[in-house]
């Protein structure tokens, strides 16, 4: 059974830094690609930034030269670096495997990122 603990969220004011950790108990997670999307109230789920088990990476217009992803494959763990946060980045924050859109069917409970003044 697939499972992400995502961690790291918080209350943070605007122009502020948050780093996000999802963990992954699966057996697959060197060789997948790998993604964090977030979800705001009223809003659908989006794709924010994604890396492939080579590394490349991408990152949706919104976060760009603010967010950095990365990962360790011997923890079997993927971050996202939240740098220059703007009230608009508020929402809860989840990780799923895939480049361009999620490949497994269940999420996990995912983390909440506000950030107000």
């Known amino acids: 059974q697939v499972q992400f603990v995502e961690s790291g969220g918080g209350l943070v004011q605007p122009g502020g830094s948050l780093r996000l950790s999802c963990a992954d108990s699966?057996?697959?997670?060197?060789?997948?690609?790998w993604g964090w999307y977030r979800q705001a109230p009223g809003k659908q789920r989006e794709l924010v930034a994604a890396i492939t088990s080579g590394g490349s990476t991408k990152y949706a217009d919104s976060v760009k030269g603010r967010f950095t992803i990365s990962r360790d494959n011997a923890k079997k763990t993927v971050y996202l670096q939240m740098n220059s946060l703007k009230p608009e980045d508020t929402a809860v924050y989840y990780c799923?495997?895939?480049?361009?859109?999620?490949?497994?069917?269940?999420w996990g409970q995912g983390t909440q990122v506000t950030v107000s003044s």
């Open positions: 799923n495997g895939g480049f361009s859109r999620p490949i497994f069917s269940s």
């Open positions: 699966g057996s697959i997670f060197s060789v997948s690609s």
